[in-house]
């Protein structure tokens, strides 16, 4: 259907609108100059504006509230003599840039600060044509500031907090682990008298349980002491193929009670001895291997060291589990278990690749991970070591040693 034209008296009707329409945006539209004044007088920031010398020419109403004078007064005054610091002489950093962002404190008539944001701009006009010289708008950051230093405080709070909680963990756990070594002790003795098959049943038990807590509360200990930055690294010589044989004994009767292969490759022109501290090397290497023991279920856990420029290279992977890639960022943080329901299956505080990662980093070294889930995993650290010469100094013959616990 055609749409219906507009008759005469339509467009006539029309024509009269348009014209009214017209005529009020004419009438409702200020002259520039009343304009601009609106919005110099309305805005809610301060307009200063000054001379080649920074004396001042204009103020708005706004600036002259903020600083407690009136307009007249501060004209002719200069505009550096109203900052602290500006007015002894020290311009702040990058005053005399073309557009200069300066956070700064202005002094009011009554000598109060005011924390303010001065944004300066300066004309590219010849001084003297009537053009603004210099123009500066000054935003009260009062607020801003008042939040900037609650902030402050509230994480200086939370640090010290933390760092008391981290003492508290430290103390506790030290003062745990005293009486702990004695228990331990105390029912190794009663293991060798003459118990009967049920008694050292029961006393059997109590030295896992005691080891397991033990173990707990050692890694609880060297976290809140590496928390409160009260580690100390010894720089002694480590015998690296000792200390890789030590992880895999210690680790050989799990793996094989799991029935996986446990390997341990050296690349031969890795040193025999190096610079560095091997209780904690050793300790690194046991949690990571530990670890890739406890979450593979069949196959092998393959234990690497190779050379890496100015140090060692070490990895373990495992054919495990593996580990969601959304997962891999957090592992590193302390408690942090990729899944709760693992917890209970596995056991574990969630402390050991926090403890291994900050004594990596505090042997000025790096640890990694790469893992697909239901493949199997790659943790790798790379650490400064120094070598020791012992032998006659001759090149490292090429080729790996090799030691399997268990085929
Ligand atoms: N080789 C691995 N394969 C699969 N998941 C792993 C592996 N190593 C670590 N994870 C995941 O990372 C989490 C954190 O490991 P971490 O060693 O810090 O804690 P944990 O082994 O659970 O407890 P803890 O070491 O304190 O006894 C583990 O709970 C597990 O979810
Ligand atoms: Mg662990």
Redesign the pocket.
Known sequence: MAAKRPGVLGRMRAAVHREARGGAAQRARPPRQTLYRGIIEMTRQGVWVFDADYRTTFVNPQLALMLGYSAEELLGTRLPAHVRGWDAGAAPDGADGPNAQIDCRLRRKDGSLLPVLLSISWSAGEPGDGAITGLAMVTDITELKRTEVALARARDEALEASRLKSQFLANTSHEIRTPMTVILGMNELLLETGLDETQRKFADAVTRAGNGLL??IN?ILDFSKIEAGRLDLELVDVAVRAVVGDVVSFLAGPAEAKGLRLVSVCDRAVPETVLGDANRLRQILL??A???V???ETGAVVIRVDPAPGGIRVE?S?T????APE?LGL??R?F????PS??RR???????????AQLVDAMGGQVG?E?TVGT??T?WFEIPAEPVLTGTGSPPPEGVDRFTSNV
Request: without cysteine.
């Open positions: 173990a707990i890694d949690n990571l530990a670890n890739a406890k979450f593979t373990v495992d495990g589990i593996g580990i997962q592992l590193f302390p942090s278990q990729v899944d693992m917890t596995f056991g574990g505080t969630g402390l050991g690749l926090a403890i291994a991970v893992s199997g995993s943790f």
